[in-house]
C-alpha cells in the first residue's frame, strides 16, 4: 500500500486503476513481442475492466490462491489472457520476472490460460463458450458449501454465438445463482469482423433479462463508472444471477486497432511497436478526437 | 420401491401399459431377474460418508437412477435439462471447489455430444470429474443410431490424462464408483442399460489399469470389457463343451490398457480376441491390436465387435445376434479364429 495511514480519495483511486489499465495494455504490447503474435486488440477492449475487478472489486488473497472463500474469476474469453498475467504478477501471486518466458517452450504462459500452472488463475479457458458453465458450477458449489464468495465470468459479445453460454445463462437463474455475475466485454468486432454483421448478439442486456438475470450497461473504459456499478451489484447466495454488459472498442488505446478487424491477433514491429508503446503510456484520449 | 417389485411379465408379455416410470423396459428387453441400476443408490450409499459427492444428469434421473440420489441428498443433486454440454463443463467448476461430481446421461450425448467439454474442462485440467455414460452401445436397440454410442471408446481412449473405464454388472459398478473417489483425475465411465447380467457375485476388490481374470483357460483368450463379459463367459462355456478352454479378460479399464495382462494373454494362451459393444474401429480392439503389434507379438488375433457401419433397427437382443455378440456369436468366432490359424501354421 502506497498510502497505509489514510484511505485514497476517489480521484486518487480512479487515477490509480486507469493507470493499472495502462499498465495491462503496455504489458501486453512487450509480451506479444516475446510470442512474435498474439491477441492485442481483445485485451485493450478490457483493460479497464480487469483493472477494476483485479484491483478494486475481487476478494483475492495471492498469499493463498487456493483459498476457498475467495471471489472466482474466469476468462472465459481465454484469448485475453495475456492481459491477465502481468495483473496476477503485479498482486504477487507470482514473480513478474517469470512471464519472460510468454509463449516459450514449456512455459506456464501460453496464448490461454492454465488453471494447473498459473497461481490465480481459477479456471483453464480459451474454448469459448464453456467460461459460464464453469462459474454456474463454482457458484452452486460455493452456495453448497455455505461460501459467501462470488463467482465473476469474463466473456466476450462474439462468445455469445455459442449455444452453450445460452445453456448456463438459463441454469444460472433457474439456479438462482446471485452470487454469479457475468460480464460482457461488448468490442463490437469477432475475428471475421463486426458481430452484428457475422451473428448478432445483440440486444446482450435484453436476452440475458429474458433468460432471468438482472442486467446493467456501462461503459467499459470509464473506470468510475465501472466500479460504482460493481460496486452497487446486489449479493446473495440465492437471488437472480448478475449481468454487467460493458460497452467497449476492440483495440481501444491503439488508433490503429480501434474497432479494425486487421488487428485481432497481430505483431508489432520496429517503429511501430515504439509508437504504440508511447501512444498507450499516453493514456486513453477521448475518441472523438480521433 | 414399489417400480423395482412390480411384476414385469405383463409388460413384456405386451398385456401391460407401460409408462415412463417403467424406463428400464422401455428398450423391450426382459430385465426381469437383473437387479435394477444401482447408480443412484451407492452413490447416495456413499454420499453419506463423503461430503464431496455431488450428482448431475441431463433430464434422464429416472433413466440412470440418479432419482435414487436426489431423495436422499437433494441439495447436492443437479438437474442440468437437456444440456449436456452445460452439464459436463457445471461439473468441471464443481469440481475445482473441492466436489467430485459424477454427470450422467446417455452415453452418446455424454461422451459425443460432450467430447471436446471433457477434453479440454476435465482433462485437461485434471478435474476428478466422472462423466458417466450410460445405455452405451447399441443398447437403445431401436431407438437408433442418435441414440447409440458405438463410437465413445474409440473418442475417449484418444484424450489424454482421461481414465476409461467400463462397468460390467451392479456389484462390479458399485467397485467402479468407489474407486472412483479415491481417483484423481477425469474419468469417463461406460455403463450398459443398467440391467445387465450378473457376472460378479459380490463387490470385486479392484484396482484401476489391472484387467480382471473371470476365467483361465490355454488355448485363446477373450479381451472383453463392459457388456460383453456375460456373452463371453457364455461362449467360453459352449467352447469348453468342444474342448477349448478360453481365458476371459475383463478389460474394464479401456484407458490406460492393461499392457501386461494383454502380453501375457498373447504368450501364454497363443490366440487373442477382442470383443466390444462398439465399433471395432478405434475401440478396445485397436487398443489390444496396437499393444500386440508394438511389442512385436503375432498370434493369431480378431477384433470382434461392431463393424464400421450404422447398425439397423431392432431390439437389443435382436441386434447382439445380428452382429454376433451374444454367447453363440462369440463361440463362433472363436472358433473361427482357431479354424483359421490352424489352417494358417499346417
Redesign the interface.
Known sequence: MSTPTAAPTREQQLAHLRDRARFVRTETVRLTRIAGAGHYSAVFSCAELLAVLYYAQLRLDPARPDG?ERDRFVMSKGHAAIGLYPVLADLGFFDPAELDTYTRLGSAFGDHP???RIPGV???S??LG?GL??????????R??GLDSRTYCLLGDAELAE??VW??A??AS??GLGNLVAVVDANQLGIDGFVRDVMATEPIDERFAAFGWDTRRVDGHDVGALLDVFAGLPHSATGRPQLVVADTVKGRGSARMELSPDWHVGNLAGVDYDDVMAELAAGLAPRESR | MSTDTQDQSEIFNGTASVGLRDARSVDGTDTRAIPAFVFGEELADLADQDPRI?VLTADLGRSNRATDFAARHP??F?N??I?E??MI???????????I?FAATFGAFAALLGA??IR??CA???MPVRVVGHHSGMSMGFYGTSHHSLEDLAMMRSIADLTVVCATDAQHLRAVLRLALEHPGAMYIRLGRGRDPEVYGEVPDLVLGRAETVRDGADLTIVTTGSEVHPALQAAEALAADGIEARVLDMWTVSPLDRDAVLDAARSTGAVLTVEEANVTGGLGSAVAECLSDAGIAVPFRRHGVPDEHVPVGPPAALYAHYRLDGPGIADVARELLATSRGTSS
Do not use: W
Request: proline share 5%; glycine share 12%; aromatic share 6%.
Open positions: 476457498p492454465d488453471m494447473k481459477d479456471f483453464s480459451g474454448s464453456h458453465s464453469i462459474c454456474v458450477g463454482m457458484a452452486l458449489a460455493g453448497l458449501s449455444g452453450q445453456e448456463a438459463m441454469a433457474h439456479y | 455431488v441439495q447436492r443437479v442440468a435439462g444440456a454440454k452445460n463443463t457445471m461439473a468441471a467448476g464443481m469440481a475445482s471447489c473441492g466436489y461430481p471436446e467439454q479440454t474442462d485437461y485440467p485434471n
